[in-house]
């Protein structure tokens, strides 16, 4: 979820934040800014990734969040972002393609903190985590100042009471009418969270101001995929425009595909087993180009499919597919990578790992198709071996 989006949200919350307004181009900078109240503005490029104030961008203006000091010099900055890529730390090599920026009222800050509340696996449940040392990357504090991460794990049964956030804010430091304040903020934002699904709340900073307010200036929420169903509201506010293009695509046949930056690209059903063959690989000296899971059911269709997008990527050089025949025999997996492959004209080197019902049967199959076509399509029957070979054939 973009910034905008989850101010908008914290805003129907009750959570005091930032105020802005979101613009797709520069020249409704002075439209926006009449709705602004503070004399100086802040300008927010608008992608999905942290570390945006020390990004650059690839025409080398440097800065995601810039500090305007004038109606003139926001739209300026604006102009500088709109339709270009910011490269951050949190990016791909090629940066975010910036499409909305944030006009922000600029706020006197007088302490800056660190809040978010995520899901732990080891607590079973939600946990805030918070630091008084706000507005500097959290690994940074973690790393240089692990004194100053305070967590604490939130009930699941009764969720977060007020008694229970004021003692957490009077512990990172806020006191008198700032420690009440951070209290209800506190509050409020685990009731969004709840209340809508989501992983994971981060604000950073969540600041003091003079005038006595209590402000997220930023606001990072992650929501999971399988409320989707019941959360339309929020997906609606999805940007698929600041996803891979290739990962939007594998959602749409129900594949599970991340893109990686190696040369062998893998094929596999299961997550588990998708794991251990990219492991395999890099043990072979080589990198894996992407995790995808075809998932149990895989048949012809879900293979073209994943074959398609997976040559998308230019850097693929070889595919190792990776099968363990349970729910599915591998004989019909075999003629449906065969099918594939016809159907797709495939010219890179496919190594295919068989194992489980009808392995055998699978991996003549693969022979046969290859002694007759010439075809690089070859079978194997253990994965070491299958990474050896796919590793062997791209060299």
Not at 59 to 83: D, N
Not at 171 to 189: P, T
Not at 321 to 336: E, H, P
Request: glycine share 10%; net charge negative; hydrophobic share 40%.
């Amino acid at each position: 979820m973009h910034e905008y989006h989850a101010k908008n949200l914290m805003g129907k919350y009750g959570v005091d934040h930032q105020r802005g307004y979101v613009v797709e181009s520069a020249d409704q900078v002075p439209e926006v800014a009449k709705n602004i109240t503070t004399e100086n503005l802040i300008v927010k490029a608008q992608i999905l990734a942290g570390g945006r104030g020390k990004g650059k961008f690839n025409t080398g203006f440097e800065g995601g969040v810039k500090f305007a000091t004038s109606v003139e010099k926001a739209q300026e900055y604006t102009s500088k972002m709109l339709g270009n890529r910011l490269i951050t730390k949190q990016t791909a090599a090629e940066g975010a393609m910036v499409n909305k920026v944030y006009i922000a009222e600029c706020l006197d800050i007088g302490h800056e903190y660190y809040f978010a509340i995520l899901y732990r696996a080891a607590d079973n449940g939600p946990v805030m985590v918070a630091s008084n040392r706000g507005g500097v990357d959290i690994e940074e504090i973690s790393q240089k100042h692990p004194e100053d991460i305070h967590s604490e794990p939130i009930p699941f049964d009764t969720g977060l009471g007020m008694d229970q956030a004021l003692a957490f804010a009077a512990k990172l430091g806020f006191k008198g009418g700032y420690q009440s304040k951070a209290a209800e903020a506190m509050v409020n934002l685990y009731k969004l969270m709840s209340e809508n699904d989501a992983t994971q709340v981060e604000v950073n900073p969540l600041v003091e101001t003079p005038d006595g307010r209590v402000v997220c200036v930023d606001g990072k929420i992650n929501f999971d995929d399988n409320a989707s169903f019941r959360r339309k509201d929020i997906w609606a506010m999805r940007d698929p425009s600041q996803e891979d293009p290739k990962e939007v695509e594998a959602e749409k046949h129900n594949l599970s595909y991340i893109a990686l930056d190696g040369n062998i690209a893998c094929l596999v059903n299961g997550a588990g087993l998708a794991m251990a063959t990219m492991d395999i690989i890099q043990a072979n000296g080589a990198k894996p180009a992407n995790f995808l899971d075809v998932g149990g059911g895989s048949n012809q269709k879900t293979v073209t499919a994943a074959f398609k997008i997976i040559l998308t990527d230019p850097n693929v050089k070889g595919i190792l597919v990776n099968i363990f025949g349970g729910i599915v025999r591998c004989d019909v997996i075999a003629q449906g990578l065969i099918a594939a492959v016809e159907e797709l004209g495939l010219k890179v080197p496919i190594v295919a790992r068989l194992a489980g019902t009808n392995s055998a049967e699978g991996i003549a199959l693969l022979k046969k198709y290859q002694d007759d076509t010439g075809t690089a399509l070859v079978g194997a029957e253990d994965l070491g071996d299958a990474a050896a070979k796919i590793v062997a054939l791209i060299k």
